[in-house]
């Protein structure tokens, strides 16, 4: 696509492109569920730039981007020098989250914190990094890789720029992915038990599940009161969208609760019979640590606004930090 423009003017760089789509790929062995299927959410990213110099910018700047958003969704995470392998280029790494069903071998220093993909650090004895012996081998989901490509496409492809002295000039490139899909199974993976379904915070479902009376208990008038109460109040604090309302009222709570338990609501609200008590009305909140609290309605409403408000400011945090950089490099790019 930049060939058939080119030449653009160096002033319309650093040029930084990228989509978020579905992806096809010929797997002989589908296998681990959405880890390794024939179809995939992908986001991918190109970056065009004047010199490797600035092309070793950006590539750090998207590269500190990944480490917020991985370090955001809370889900212990390596960043291993990788082989740039087909792909080429000079520089390259991988983002993995450990797991035993991963299908990358990857060593750990112990000492130091660096990490490698065992075929760029070939089983060595020592790390390559501070020389320790304390080198751990485990296995790991690749679930994002960044490489730093130079002119290897753009060359052969014609993609250039004219320069300050209004030479044509082959582009610098670096190209980024995070298999969007992957994350999700991968995370999945790595915190869920055998019986229960963990997710990260930004990336649960639902943040509440409502739980309300059985059908035809005789408490059900009463708690129906709160119930809707609760929907009303619930759905403000966190957002309709974010709860989800378990009204299948033939089924038991304890069916119910078990089921919210293994689909893991960061929280589940049941109410049932204690609520319906007169003196000193109680509603069971669930967490998904496998935490279960007796609160009344204020104690729960406060809750579920200090999960609301922690999602929240794990986002903030991000946009905030993603927007000041952008800003700066824009004020740089004009001067």
């Known amino acids: ?45 190109y970056s065009f730039d004047v010199s490797e110099e600035t092309a070793k910018e950006t590539y750090s700047v998207v590269n500190s981007a990944y480490d917020r958003l991985f370090k955001q969704l809370e889900v212990p995470f390596v960043k291993v020098n990788a082989a740039t392998g087909m792909m080429g280029g000079s520089v390259s790494h991988e983002y993995h989250y450990v797991s035993p069903v991963g299908e990358d071998n990857l060593l750990q220093c112990s000492s130091c914190g660096f990490a490698g993909n065992s075929e760029v650090v070939k089983a060595s004895a020592s790390c390559p990094s501070c020389n320790s012996s304390d080198l751990n081998e485990v296995r790991g989901v690749e679930v994002a890789h960044t490489f730093l490509l130079g002119d290897k496409y753009s060359k052969p492809l014609g ?122 009305p109680k509603l069971e909140v669930h967490t998904s640590k496998g935490e279960t609290y007796e609160l009344d309605f204020s104690e729960t409403l406060k809750l579920v606004a200090e999960h609301s408000q922690n999602k929240k400011s794990l986002e903030r945090g991000c946009f905030q930090r993603e927007t000041e950089e952008s800003k700066s490099r824009s004020v740089g790019h004009q001067l």
């Open 159 to 280: 993609a250039t720029f004219l320069n300050t002295s209004g030479k044509p000039q082959s582009l610098v490139m670096g190209c980024y992915g995070i298999g969007i899909t992957r994350v999700i199974a991968a995370a999945l993976e790595v915190l869920s038990s055998d019986h229960e379904l963990h997710w990260p915070k930004l990336l649960a479902p639902y943040d509440v599940c409502l739980i309300g009376p059985k059908q035809g208990s005789k408490e059900q008038p009463q708690a129906e009161v709160i119930e809707n109460e609760l929907l009303l109040n619930v759905g403000e604090i966190c957002g309709h969208q974010e709860l989800l309302h378990d009204d299948r009222k033939e089924l038991t709570i304890g069916k119910r609760l078990l089921e919210a338990k293994r689909l893991g609501h960061p929280l589940t609200i049941v109410v049932g019979a204690k609520s319906a008590r007169q003196d000193s």
């Open 1 to 45: 696509m930049l060939a058939t423009t080119s030449p653009i003017s160096y002033r319309q760089l650093p040029l930084r492109l990228f989509q978020i789509g579905p992806k096809f790929r010929d797997e002989l062995k589908t296998r681990f569920g959405l880890m390794r299927a024939k179809e995939f959410l992908m986001k991918d990213m």
